[in-house]
């Protein structure tokens, strides 16, 4: 039997966080995240059904899922565990072997031909033999669970022989779900239908998640929970980063020269090509220098290359050291280097050696180790400072995978991973120089696929993509390093757009667009043929939206984005859209929507009856609850009567409050532009008409608001009459007398001597001028 290691989620502080199984041990305790996904798991399944963990690479999915699987099998109950590898079939008998009764494997050596186990080495019964498992299935249950752990190339073998046993298994759990989405017509779709592979429960494990845009019925995306079932628990790079399960990371941009390496390449002899073209040597070259460059500012130790082909790979690591030794002492780092190739066609033993060096580099030096798809998933590999990318991986689960291994925490390393990206930029040190073809599309898959497993990046990256072009900067996670002579700053001003462009979506250019539309003018009410300033056409994205959303194919996290800047969904609302944009534009320069009845926009808009209208329909209750608030953002008042009540009772309380009366002249006009004197007017004509409220009459009396407008005329006359006497001692003037204030008393007091002679004075009035002094007669 041989002895098998399985990478773990231990204490953080733990040295190397890495465990060594023995049988005896059982099941390593949950730790971390796990304490929270094992008891979530064990009570969503517990009555059957299927869900998913999304948990980032190297944190103990398998740990989680032998916990979850012993939780909610009885004794003699049968487990399934399937893996894409033999070396993961090892790896996971290693954490669930001491919980068996008995154990079976189901798989062959070619399952995977880059594996570094073989079905020799596994600690148990193995086969591929449907008779073989079906005997095994009817054998008599032990004291614990009964575990067969399977190949996804296998499983539809043991799929068979449990349809054919009539059994099924407790729990089915299946390592690297991704593999099982896509087309439904491969092989380890079987994995997801009990007709092909009976099961009560399915447990789907997987560091990147697979196909949440795939629309085409063929195929099998884990968002349908149909197929895969809820996300029951997500533990994120952000998260195991911040908690110190994984390193940070860094996005190291390194740009090369042709006239840097030109010299390098002509010193080098034997180095094939790498394509099997003339360029060859030179983009080899590149690599190095761009490696030891990198080696020399973040003091690189451990560093895995990942090739397309061998014959790169093998160049790579023929070449490192002539072209390293032929760099400029200070373009490369003062340590003892260490390169190594290695393929799936390289024994056991010597990939031991490789990745004995890896782990140990020779004299505290620097150990560079280049592969072609050979130290995939499953594969035992220590854990290193950084990873190379030569040129653009096949997949997005192959970009995270590698990284995955850069971000494994390390203690004898800095806590910050390097994921290298070499690119062969122009010798024209303008920004028009293009950099590398093959360098840009690494770049922009590298980014792509870190963002969506990294929530902190993809927030920056869409932020950046909301800002106007000339705003937007890297995020923190990206730095670019360029030889001397370049314009930095113009040349990241270039690669940032670019960058942001091919790694986010336009949707996030057209949102930041209407949130700086909407900070101006609180609202989105923009005709369709609307283009703003700088010439985006916000009105045609804005109902684009509409019409994606309509479709219902418009993101729930984007419609929430949307509605907190009041977007009406209404694809019928045109007209009344037509409306809401003119009362926009009223309130923007009047500053409020007290429109008058007739009122007419320039181009023959009636805003007056369509706000009339509004109000009828709200006092109705038919108004639309998103265009009620549409409309109230844009300061509406609903009912303008009350309104115009509350703000002229406070203009007269104040000019009461000042002047010790309500004889307020019908021009008046208070200093904040408030028409006091056509409130007064207003309030007398409604009180005539019977129409002023009992409690507004009273509230008016109390400041002794004087209703008959002849008898303020006489109010005002007076009041003007005892400061004239006062200040004089005597009402005897001329007919063109006028107050301080510009106030005709002369000619009052010549009307009331006229009425007094023909006799159309009151006594009362007579009498209270009299009083004053009889000189007014």
Same mark, same amino acid.
């Given at each position: 039997?041989?002895?098998?290691?399985?990478?773990?989620?231990?204490?953080?502080?733990?040295?190397?966080?890495?465990?060594?199984?023995?049988?005896?041990?059982?099941?390593?305790?949950?730790?971390?995240?796990?304490?929270?996904?094992?008891?979530?798991?064990?009570?969503?399944?517990?009555?059957?059904?299927?869900?998913?963990?999304?948990?980032?690479?190297?944190?103990?999915?398998?740990?989680?899922?032998?916990?979850?699987?012993?939780?909610?099998?009885?004794?003699?109950?049968?487990?399934?565990?399937?893996?894409?590898?033999?070396?993961?079939?090892?790896?996971?008998?290693?954490?669930?072997?001491?919980?068996?009764?008995?154990?079976?494997?189901?798989?062959?050596?070619?399952?995977?031909?880059?594996?570094?186990?073989?079905?020799?080495?596994?600690?148990?019964?193995?086969?591929?033999?449907?008779?073989?498992?079906?005997?095994?299935?009817?054998?008599?249950?032990?004291?614990?669970?009964?575990?067969?752990?399977?190949?996804?190339?296998?499983?539809?073998?043991?799929?068979?022989?449990?349809?054919?046993?009539?059994?099924?298994?407790?729990?089915?759990?299946?390592?690297?779900?991704?593999?099982?989405?896509?087309?439904?017509?491969?092989?380890?779709?079987?994995?997801?239908?009990?007709?092909?592979?009976?099961?009560?429960?399915?447990?789907?494990?997987?560091?990147?998640?697979?196909?949440?845009?795939?629309?085409?019925?063929?195929?099998?995306?884990?968002?349908?929970?149909?197929?895969?079932?809820?996300?029951?628990?997500?533990?994120?790079?952000?998260?195991?980063?911040?908690?110190?399960?994984?390193?940070?990371?860094?996005?190291?941009?390194?740009?090369?020269?042709?006239?840097?390496?030109?010299?390098?390449?002509?010193?080098?002899?034997?180095?094939?090509?790498?394509?099997?073209?003339?360029?060859?040597?030179?983009?080899?070259?590149?690599?190095?220098?761009?490696?030891?460059?990198?080696?020399?500012?973040?003091?690189?130790?451990?560093?895995?290359?990942?090739?397309?082909?061998?014959?790169?790979?093998?160049?790579?690591?023929?070449?490192?050291?002539?072209?390293?030794?032929?760099?400029?002492?200070?373009?490369?780092?003062?340590?003892?280097?260490?390169?190594?190739?290695?393929?799936?066609?390289?024994?056991?033993?010597?990939?031991?050696?490789?990745?004995?060096?890896?782990?140990?580099?020779?004299?505290?030096?620097?150990?560079?180790?280049?592969?072609?798809?050979?130290?995939?998933?499953?594969?035992?590999?220590?854990?290193?400072?950084?990873?190379?990318?030569?040129?653009?991986?096949?997949?997005?689960?192959?970009?995270?995978?590698?990284?995955?291994?850069?971000?494994?925490?390390?203690?004898?390393?800095?806590?910050?991973?390097?994921?290298?990206?070499?690119?062969?930029?122009?010798?024209?040190?303008?920004?028009?120089?293009?950099?590398?073809?093959?360098?840009?599309?690494?770049?922009?898959?590298?980014?792509?696929?870190?963002?969506?497993?990294?929530?902190?990046?993809?927030?920056?990256?869409?932020?950046?993509?909301?800002?106007?072009?000339?705003?937007?900067?890297?995020?923190?996670?990206?730095?670019?390093?360029?030889?001397?002579?370049?314009?930095?700053?113009?040349?990241?001003?270039?690669?940032?757009?670019?960058?942001?462009?091919?790694?986010?979506?336009?949707?996030?250019?057209?949102?930041?667009?209407?949130?700086?539309?909407? $900070?101006? %003018?609180?609202?989105?009410?923009?005709?369709?043929?609307? &283009? *703003?300033? !700088?010439? +985006? @056409?916000? #009105?045609? =994205? /804005?109902?684009?939206?509409?019409?994606?959303?309509?479709?219902?194919?418009?993101?729930?996290?984007?419609?929430?984005?949307?509605?907190?800047?009041?977007?009406?969904?209404?694809?019928?609302?045109?007209?009344?859209?037509?409306?809401?944009?003119?009362?926009?534009?009223?309130? $923007?320069? %009047?500053?409020?929507?007290?429109?008058?009845?007739?009122? &007419? *926009?320039? !181009?023959? +808009? @009636?805003? #007056?009856? =369509? /706000?009339?209208?509004?109000?009828?329909?709200?006092?109705?209750?038919?108004?639309?609850?998103?265009?009620?608030?549409?409309?109230?953002?844009?300061?509406?008042?609903?009912?303008?009567?009350?309104?115009?009540?509350?703000?002229?009772?406070?203009?007269?309380?104040?000019?009461? $409050?000042? %002047?010790?009366?309500?004889?307020?002249?019908?021009?008046?006009?208070?200093? !904040?532009? +408030?028409?006091? #004197?056509?409130?007064?007017?207003?309030?007398?004509?409604?009180?005539?008409?019977?129409?002023?409220?009992?409690?507004?009459?009273?509230?008016?009396?109390?400041?002794?608001?004087?209703?008959?407008?002849?008898?303020?005329?006489?109010?005002?006359?007076?009041?003007?009459?005892?400061?004239?006497?006062?200040? %004089?001692?005597?009402?005897?003037?001329?007919?063109?007398?006028?107050?301080? !204030?510009? +106030?005709?008393? #002369?000619?009052?007091?010549?009307?009331?001597?006229?009425?007094?002679?023909?006799?159309?004075?009151?006594?009362?009035?007579?009498?209270?001028?009299?009083?004053?002094?009889?000189?007014?007669?």
């Amino acid at each position: 039997m041989s002895t098998f290691t399985m990478a773990s989620a231990t204490n953080p502080a733990d040295p190397d966080r890495r465990q060594h199984l023995r049988p005896a041990g059982g099941l390593p305790e949950p730790v971390g995240w796990q304490h929270v996904a094992v008891p979530t798991a064990v009570a969503a399944l517990r009555s059957g059904g299927r869900g998913q963990i999304h948990a980032a690479c190297g944190t103990g999915k398998t740990i989680t899922a032998a916990h979850v699987a012993t939780s909610l099998c009885q004794p003699g109950g049968l487990v399934v565990v399937a893996c894409p590898s033999v070396t993961l079939v090892g790896q996971t008998l290693a954490v669930l072997a001491p919980t068996a009764a008995t154990i079976l494997v189901v798989c062959g050596d070619d399952a995977v031909t880059d594996t570094l186990v073989h079905t020799a080495d596994l600690p148990a019964t193995v086969t591929t033999d449907r008779n073989v498992i079906i005997e095994w299935l009817r054998e008599e249950q032990g004291d614990g669970i009964r575990l067969v752990v399977t190949t996804h190339r296998s499983a539809d073998v043991l799929g068979t022989a449990l349809a054919t046993a009539k059994m099924a298994a407790e729990v089915l759990v299946v390592d690297e779900a991704h593999h099982s989405a896509g087309r439904d017509d491969k092989h380890i779709a079987c994995l997801h239908d009990d007709a092909t592979f009976p099961a009560r429960r399915r447990l789907y494990l997987t560091a990147t998640p697979r196909g949440e845009d795939v629309d085409d019925e063929r195929m099998l995306s884990m968002a349908d929970p149909v197929v895969f079932g809820p996300v029951l628990h997500r533990y994120t790079f952000a998260q195991a980063i911040a908690d110190g399960w994984l390193d940070d990371y860094r996005i190291a941009v390194i740009g090369v020269t042709r006239a840097e390496i030109l010299p390098l390449v002509r010193h080098l002899t034997g180095a094939r090509g790498a394509r099997g073209d003339e360029d060859g040597p030179l983009r080899t070259a590149m690599l190095v220098a761009a490696c030891a460059r990198a080696a020399a500012e973040f003091d690189l130790r451990r560093t895995i290359v990942y090739a397309p082909r061998i014959v790169d790979s093998r160049a790579f690591a023929e070449t490192f050291g002539g072209t390293l030794a032929a760099l400029p002492e200070k373009a490369r780092p003062d340590r003892m280097v260490t390169c190594h190739h290695v393929d799936g066609r390289h024994t056991a033993a010597q990939r031991a050696v490789f990745l004995t060096d890896l782990a140990d580099p020779p004299q505290n030096g620097w150990t560079v180790l280049s592969n072609v798809r050979c130290l995939g998933e499953g594969i035992d590999v220590p854990a290193v400072d950084s990873v190379v990318f030569t040129h653009p991986k096949r997949s997005t689960v192959e970009v995270v995978q590698a990284v995955g291994r850069a971000l494994r925490r390390n203690p004898a390393g800095s806590g910050v991973a390097t994921i290298l990206v070499p690119i062969l930029v122009g010798d024209d040190t303008s920004v028009e120089a293009q950099a590398d073809t093959d360098g840009y599309h690494t770049i922009w898959q590298v980014v792509r696929a870190l963002r969506a497993h990294d929530e902190t990046l993809a927030i920056a990256l869409d932020r950046q993509r909301q800002s106007p072009t000339a705003a937007r900067s890297l995020p923190e996670q990206i730095v670019v390093r360029l030889p001397d002579g370049y314009d930095v700053d113009q040349y990241l001003r270039h690669i940032t757009v670019r960058l942001v462009t091919a790694t986010t979506s336009p949707w996030w250019e057209g949102y930041g667009v209407a949130t700086r539309y909407h $900070a101006i %003018h609180d609202h989105l009410h923009v005709a369709v043929d609307h &283009v *703003t300033d !700088d010439g +985006y @056409p916000l #009105g045609r =994205w /804005i109902h684009a939206q509409r019409k994606t959303r309509r479709a219902g194919h418009l993101p729930p996290e984007r419609v929430q984005a949307l509605d907190t800047l009041g977007m009406l969904w209404d694809p019928r609302a045109t007209r009344w859209e037509t409306g809401a944009i003119h009362a926009a534009a009223y309130r $923007a320069h %009047h500053g409020h929507l007290r429109v008058p009845l007739e009122h &007419v *926009t320039e !181009d023959g +808009y @009636p805003l #007056g009856r =369509w /706000i009339r209208g509004q109000r009828k329909q709200y006092k109705a209750g038919r108004l639309d609850r998103a265009r009620e608030a549409a409309l109230e953002r844009i300061g509406i008042e609903w009912e303008p009567y009350k309104a115009m009540w509350e703000r002229g009772i406070t203009h007269a309380i104040i000019y009461h $409050a000042q %002047h010790g009366h309500l004889r307020v002249p019908s021009d008046h006009t208070c200093p !904040d532009g +408030y028409r006091l #004197g056509q409130f007064v007017v207003a309030q007398r004509m409604l009180r005539k008409r019977g129409t002023l409220a009992p409690e507004r009459i009273t509230h008016l009396d109390a400041l002794g608001m004087m209703w008959d407008k002849r008898e303020q005329a006489f109010a005002v006359g007076l009041a003007h009459a005892r400061a004239y006497h006062q200040a %004089h001692g005597t009402l005897r003037c001329s007919k063109a007398t006028q107050s301080p !204030d510009g +106030y005709g008393l #002369g000619a009052w007091l010549t009307k009331q001597r006229e009425k007094l002679r023909t006799g159309t004075l009151s006594a009362d009035r007579t009498a209270t001028l009299d009083a004053i002094s009889t000189t007014w007669r």
